[in-house]
């Protein structure tokens, strides 16, 4: 318990040190929020008035504790852009995130777990070589270029070869307004879900491969497997029961590395796609310089980044006793 109160201290701290550095640099940031709001023929009177109503004439000190001390007690403030409470538009747009984050992050498990357990199990051979190559460059590429590159792929690439409405994959947008029924309306959503999942899969998956195959290795080179072997079990029963017993732990902890990448890459997926989610309402934000949605957004990852390490951390002692003295 001491343990776990001490990382949760830890992780408090990690989140506060996050907002308030959002804070100051976009304090620091060059412009001013009230002038992307006021019309360009607007005085100067016009544009104190609006600084003076949304507080910006503040010192940034007193803007600080003002926004800390909301957030003591659970409010984010109002969007400068519209005036809507951060706090609703943030339950819009993270369902949507959500939805998209979950399913890529499981698909990145499995398909990274797979990949790098079958580059293990063939390490040093053409098999394995050939998948290093793919993962890193698949890791390397950006991930707005591969974003863009499949949508290009569902429109231009589509026609190129022909294909049927039907069959090409929407490249914006959530749903096509047009389907009504329930039915339709879930296979919709599920068919404009298939690029956006696929590139936030693909980066992550490519991550997970080159580090799970490494401590898949590790865990092959032990003792555990050679002594199995020796037992006359076979080579498939033995990697499923010790050598992937061991490095599960550190897989479990690649789980909440690969998060991070996740949440990064969604930013610039949901705006290539359109899809209205907290990395399209956080670019937006940025772009108006809405300082309490930037903040509220900025909250809602550092939580979702820092809690899955810290529950990562707190799962490490169940499946390895040799780190429970720690």
């Avoid at 000190?61 to 809507?84: C, D, H, I, K, P």
């Avoid at 039907?166 to 296979?187: E, K, M, T, Y």
Wanted: glycine share 8%; aromatic share 6%; charged share 15%.
């Amino acid at each position: 318990m001491p343990h776990f109160a001490r990382r949760l201290g830890a992780a408090l701290l990690l989140v506060w040190l996050v907002c308030t550095l959002t804070f100051g640099l976009l304090h620091l940031a060059p412009g001013d929020a009230a002038l992307l709001l006021v019309p360009p023929e607007a005085d100067a009177a016009t544009l104190a008035r609006l600084r003076t109503t949304l507080g910006l004439d503040r010192p940034v000190a007193v803007q600080y504790l003002r926004w800390l001390a909301a957030l003591a007690t659970g409010e984010l403030g109002s969007s400068l852009a519209n005036g809507r409470p951060v706090a609703s538009l943030l339950a819009e747009a993270l369902p949507v995130s959500a939805g998209l984050g979950l399913a890529s992050l499981s698909l990145t498990v499995l398909i990274g777990v797979g990949v790098g357990s079958v580059q293990a199990r063939r390490a040093g051979r053409p098999a394995d070589t050939a998948l290093t190559l793919a993962t890193t460059t698949v890791y390397a590429a950006p991930t707005f270029w591969l974003a863009l590159a499949a949508v290009a792929a569902a429109t231009s690439g589509a026609a190129a070869l022909g294909l049927p409405p039907a069959w090409r994959l929407p490249a914006f947008g959530v749903r096509d307004p047009g389907v009504l029924d329930a039915s339709g309306a879930v296979a919709d959503v599920l068919r404009h879900a298939v690029l956006p999942v696929l590139v936030l899969t693909a980066t992550g998956a490519a991550a997970v491969a080159r580090y799970a195959r490494a401590a898949l290795v590790e865990a092959s080179r032990r003792d555990a497997l050679r002594t199995a072997l020796a037992k006359g079990v076979s080579r498939d029963r033995a990697w499923r029961g010790h050598v992937v017993r061991l490095a599960w732990p550190a897989i479990v902890t690649l789980v909440a590395l690969a998060l991070p990448g996740i949440v990064g890459g969604s930013v610039f997926v949901e705006g290539v796609f359109a899809w209205p989610g907290m990395g399209k309402l956080l670019l937006t934000a940025v772009q108006q310089r809405d300082v309490p949605v930037i903040l509220g957004a900025t909250l809602v990852y550092a939580v979702a980044v820092i809690g899955a390490n810290l529950l990562a951390d707190v799962t490490l002692p169940l499946l390895d006793p040799r780190r429970r003295a720690s």
